[in-house]
């Protein structure tokens, strides 16, 4: 028993780690339980959602395995032919039998290394083109999601999904996966060498492979945990950036930097623990797998050792130098995928907490969406009608209320109230930005929802009172990438007053358009909308506080283009300004969610109700300020 005391304390050191593992483990367990996580979607669900992404390119993944087997057979035959080398230079030494040994042995390197590349770079071709697709259809989804949702979701977080989490997989289609098979091969090809070579050694390395499983089983668990600890925090540092860089003028004016960089840090304190945390769960990992690999090189020399010396047959094997000689390096060949497959079973946990989070994102339903025998809506009149319309945007706190009007085809029809009295919501549901709870919305005739949604919005123009304008050109924001010649683009503008302004600048329509537009004036912006909005030639045109926060000269511009585009089809204006609704065809007076009057503007001063008090409220406040 005496002469084996190494291989015990080898064995009782191995047991203790193990022991300490799974107590800690257990522990861990125990606690995240109590603590409830989001839900989570399993390794093996993931993994096959993600390979539909892989599926079209499977000829490609064919060639990447049998390059792989190919490059696989430098690994198990270079211990054999330099153990074979030992054996000539110990025995009868000729140097010819060594120069073509070595020249086999440098022949098969070179295949391997040709392989590899070759595996390299159809991998990163093939892994691109996934995860592209992946991206494609993460944002196309996110196109797909109602106005609700999206503002339920931080645009910060849906950045992440689309680029961060994306790039997270683009490691594991670009090598990880095809690693992982190689190594396995490898691990499996060398365990067949070693046991023809001597299968009592290969009995002493096989002793270690328990202690390899039960490591790689702990480890999966604390590195899932850590690297979803890191994703939560990646998220919620791009979601605050998103949105403080967004409204960082803000910040400035309310001096609230310091506030901001308070709370910056300690979103950045989270995300460093979580990746301090992640690194140290790795750091455990790896050096655990190379004391196993120490332990049975130590092994193999003991056991070669006093077998070679003592002239011992174990088990009918006999130990002989070249045997020594093999094994190191079988040894080395078995451990070092084991010690890449911890590294890259590392990485395969961020591949899969990404994909959990961007299949989370594709998995929310959108609300709003066509229905199955949805019809394409070929020509537009512009008869609207709401009947008995009820919306809310939380359960049971209705904006609408049992609303009901009717417009008739090229009118202009204005809605005025006090905010929140639900005037852009009409807005909203008729574009079907939202979907009403109870009633009726027909266009033409025709029940809004039975049309195609694509279709619908085709037909609207929306002119809102915050212009977005898209980074690029007065070309490119004008035409939103349809296909328009110069002469229609300008016909445009002159028609909504808009060309006086863009022929001054140096570029003209090719001038650049800064994030958000903010190199133009806000009315410039809305001039430029009305344009964008024109040239598409909408059958029905919204308006939504369109003249607000502009300056006089601006709004005289902005009126003249009103009075021109009520010529142009069915209008619906929202505006505080009751001075711009005087010509329009019916006056809808809302509060409360309900149409409390409706008329034109002669008719309703007459009735002396609300829209008379909104009316003179106005006339008098403008005349206080012109005094």
Aim: overall charge neutral; proline content about 2%; charged content about 20%.
């Amino acid at each position: 028993m005496k002469d084996y005391l190494p291989l015990l304390i080898v064995g009782a050191i191995l047991g203790t780690i193990s022991a300490v593992l799974i107590l800690v483990f257990a522990l861990i367990k125990d606690k995240k339980e109590s603590m409830g996580f989001d839900r989570n979607i399993k390794d093996g669900e993931l993994f096959k959602r993600l390979l539909k992404y892989a599926k079209p390119y499977w000829r490609n993944f064919v060639l990447v395995g049998f390059v792989m087997i190919v490059s696989v057979s430098y690994s198990i035959l270079s211990p054999i032919l330099v153990s074979d080398i030992e054996a000539i230079i110990k025995k009868d030494f000729e140097l010819i039998n060594v120069l073509w040994r070595v020249g086999v042995y440098a022949a098969v390197l070179v295949v391997s290394l040709v392989c590899t590349y070759v595996q390299s770079i159809v991998l990163q071709k093939t892994g691109q083109k996934i995860v592209s697709k992946l991206r494609e259809d993460v944002f196309e989804h996110i196109e797909k999601l109602s106005h609700a949702q999206l503002s339920q979701i931080p645009v910060g977080k849906l950045v992440t999904r689309t680029t961060n989490d994306t790039n997270a997989i683009s490691m594991m289609f670009t090598g990880l996966l095809v690693n992982l098979i190689q190594n396995c091969f490898v691990i499996v090809g060398v365990l067949v060498a070693m046991l023809c070579v001597n299968y009592m050694l290969t009995l002493m390395v096989l002793c270690f492979v328990p202690f390899i499983v039960l490591f790689t089983v702990i480890f999966r668990k604390f590195s899932r945990k850590a690297y979803r600890r890191v994703k939560n925090s990646t998220t919620d540092i791009n979601t605050f950036l998103s949105e403080n860089l967004s409204g960082m003028k803000l910040t400035q004016i309310f001096n609230r930097q310091q506030r901001k960089i308070d709370e910056f840090e300690e979103k950045n304190e989270t995300l460093y623990k979580a990746q301090r945390s992640q690194i140290f769960v790795f750091s455990v990992f790896r050096p655990l797998v190379y004391m196993l690999y120490i332990s049975s090189v130590l092994c193999l020399f003991f056991l070669g050792s006093v077998g070679y010396l003592d002239d011992i047959n174990f088990l009918g094997q006999i130990v002989t130098s070249e045997v020594i000689v093999a094994f190191y390096m079988f040894i080395s060949r078995f451990f070092n995928p084991i010690q890449s497959l911890a590294e890259q079973f590392h990485r395969l946990q961020s591949a899969f907490a990404s994909a959990e989070k961007i299949f989370t994102v594709l998995d929310i339903e959108p609300k709003v969406v066509d229905e199955p025998d949805a019809i394409e809506l070929e020509e537009v009149k512009g008869e609207i009608e709401f009947k008995n319309v009820w919306f809310a945007y939380d359960e049971n706190e209705w904006i609408l209320k049992d609303v009901s009007f009717h417009v008739n085809a090229n009118d202009t029809v204005a809605f005025v109230g006090s905010t929140g009295s639900g005037k852009t919501t009409i807005l909203s549901l008729l574009c079907r930005n939202y979907d009403i709870q109870k009633g009726e919305i027909l266009l033409d005739g025709v029940n809004i929802k039975h049309l195609k949604i694509a279709s619908l919005r085709k037909h609207f123009g929306q002119m809102l009172q915050d212009v977005f304008l898209f980074s690029g050109t007065i070309r490119s924001n004008i035409v939103l990438r349809d296909e328009f010649d110069d002469e229609q683009i300008i016909e445009a503008c002159k028609y909504v007053n808009a060309y006086k302004f863009i022929n001054r600048l140096d570029g003209g329509l090719d001038e650049e358009v800064r994030e958000r537009g903010n190199n133009f004036s806000a009315g410039q912006r809305q001039l430029l909308s009305f344009a964008r909005t024109i040239i598409h030639k909408p059958e029905v045109m919204i308006l939504d506080e369109a003249t607000a926060n502009i300056d006089t000269e601006t709004e005289i511009l902005i009126q003249d283009s009103l009075h021109k585009l009520m010529n142009v089809g069915t209008m619906l204006i929202v505006a505080h300004r009751l001075s711009t609704i005087q010509h329009a065809d019916k006056i809808l007076v809302l509060d409360g969610g309900r149409i409390i009057e409706q008329g034109n503007h002669k008719e309703l001063l007459a009735n002396k109700g609300r829209y008379y008090e909104l009316y003179n409220l106005q006339y008098n406040k403008e005349r206080l300020i012109k005094s």
